[in-house]
């Protein structure tokens, strides 16, 4: 069974540019959730979509939007760039919603912001 | 407030000897907990997790992980460690949300360096 699968891997962008980042979960799986590492912050829950339905949202600025497709492909987008959004963007799947269920997670995508 | 701690940045061990990295955590309710290691420029892979039962919880590459309710900890342990378990890993907790929902807390991780 394919992992989570992320594109691109790598991304360099210009401030005020606006970027998308895709995910496809493990076949199977309904909620996938998004977070950002940085050196300084650790990882950080971004958003968490179930069944095309966006569940919780982490601690960012509006900038920060993401979706899901009918077939659990998750989306997120972030809009007018900062310096700061420089970050490994993870993307993680899960079969279930229940506190007992791990995550999945794909490789992640690098995004530079120069 | 619900959190994982991590206290240690760094541990650094010698080839074949016994590892231990700590975990503790702050919820309420019953902990879900989870162990994830990560490698240079990849994601996040799962280790091992508690959800009940058995205190000691045994995951992926030899890693077993021991939960103790009194001490609110969760350390990650391995019998005999290997050069290539040299990696961040990251210790969380799954905690409620808001709307019923729930999200994964990460600690702060601790960076592994196995000697040869």
């Known amino acids: 069974k394919a992992g989570v699968t992320q594109t691109p891997r790598y991304l360099i962008k210009t401030r005020g540019q606006q970027v998308t980042l895709s995910c496809s979960p493990i076949?199977?799986?309904?909620?996938v959730s998004w977070y950002q590492q940085t050196p300084g912050q650790g990882l950080q829950f971004l958003f968490e979509y179930f069944s095309e339905t966006q569940r919780n949202k982490g601690n960012f600025p509006g900038r920060f939007s993401g979706r899901q497709f009918s077939n659990s492909r998750s989306e997120m987008n972030v809009s007018t760039l900062e310096l700061g959004d420089s970050a490994l963007y993870l993307c993680?799947?899960?079969?279930?919603?229940?506190?007992?269920?791990?995550?999945?997670f794909g490789q992640g995508t690098r995004l530079t912001v120069v | 407030a619900q959190s994982v701690a991590q206290p240690e940045d760094q541990v650094n061990v010698a080839e074949g000897n016994p590892l231990t990295v700590k975990c503790t955590y702050s919820?309420?309710?019953?902990?879900?907990l989870f162990w994830y290691v990560q490698y240079p420029n990849r994601g996040l892979q799962f280790l091992l997790k508690y959800i009940t039962g058995d205190n000691l919880v045994k995951g992926s590459y030899g890693f077993e992980a021991e939960f103790n309710k009194s001490q609110t900890s969760f350390h990650l342990k391995k019998p005999s460690a290997l050069v290539s378990d040299s990696a961040l890993y990251f210790c969380?907790?799954?905690?409620?949300?808001?709307?019923?929902?729930?999200?994964?807390?990460f600690g702060a991780g601790t960076r592994l360096a196995v000697h040869p």
């Open positions: 969380a907790v799954r905690v409620p949300f808001s709307g019923g929902y729930n999200k994964l807390i």
């Open positions: 919820v309420s309710g019953n902990p879900y």
């Open positions: 993680a799947s899960s079969w279930t919603d229940r506190l007992n269920t791990e995550a999945f």
């Open positions: 076949s199977g799986h309904r909620s």
